[in-house]
């Protein structure tokens, strides 16, 4: 089975499992924003070390790809790339939404519902989403959304009931009521990598670690400081 280390910085959410196969071996998980580059290498030493392993002994590092906070990916980019690069390990990107989508679809006893919306924060009223059917299959792709009254209610005329997730989803009821919608509060985490990065491993979907980057969706929004007098 191919020892994985996954690696998870897209949100506030700073999230390292190890895995064996489906198997978890160890993780780690602290939700605090902007903290991304002091803890991530700590879980990963912590994580190595509860499980007995030495990083050579690695089959692959798994991170998530977006989209989500520019910083974030950057370090969870950076450090996975630097891993491969040092240890000569394969790199496998997983994308966060479908992470999300996947991991909701197997833990919800959701039989009546038919789409998946995973959501993931982006200020305001703003989310980056994408919606999936109870088969991982895309019925709407990854975007920039923003959250209004009438969103999804071409899904809704048809009878459609929407599972919404990610710690985007929480605007949903803020401003849309229907009985379509159920809410579910998973968020990201290294986790919800481990069924995806596993089975890329066995199809041996791996990224080229000199051009492979993260999903942002939108350029990051930069500002420049100001002059002084």
């Known amino acids: 089975m ?9 949100t506030p959410v ?6 064996d196969g489906d198997k978890i071996l160890s993780s780690r ?7 991304h580059s002091s803890h991530l290498s700590v879980f990963i030493e912590e994580c190595l070390k509860e499980a007995g392993m030495e990083p050579q ?5 798994a991170v998530s790809s977006g989209p989500g906070s520019y910083t974030g990916l950057r370090i969870g980019y950076s450090t996975a790339k630097g891993l491969c690069y040092a240890l000569d390990k394969p790199l496998i990107v997983v994308d966060t939404l479908a992470s999300l989508a996947d991991t909701v679809r197997k833990i919800g006893n959701y039989k009546t519902c038919d789409l998946i919306c995973p959501m993931i ?4 009223m703003e989310v980056y989403m994408a919606v999936f059917d109870m088969e991982l299959k895309k019925i709407l792709t990854h975007q920039a959304f923003i959250v209004e009254k009438n969103s999804f209610g071409k899904f809704f005329d048809n009878k459609i ?3 919404f997730c990610g710690n985007g989803s929480l605007k949903i009821p803020t401003v849309i009521a229907n009985d379509r919608v159920i809410i579910n509060k998973t968020e990201c985490s290294a986790l919800n990598m481990v069924a995806l990065s596993k ?7 791996f990224d080229n670690l000199a051009y492979t980057s993260p ?3 939108k350029s990051p929004f930069i500002t420049k400081p100001k002059k002084r007098l």
Do not use: Q, W
């Open 121 to 124: 924060d982006a200020r305001r």
């Open 199 to 205: 089975e890329a491993f066995d199809k041996g979907s």
């Open 2 to 10: 191919p020892r994985i280390l996954n690696i998870e910085t897209a």
């Open 29 to 35: 998980e602290i939700k605090e924003g902007n903290s």
């Open 161 to 163: 009931n929407m599972v």
């Open 14 to 19: 700073c999230s390292v499992a190890l895995s």
């Open 215 to 217: 999903f942002y969706i």
């Open 57 to 61: 002994e690695l089959d692959a590092v």
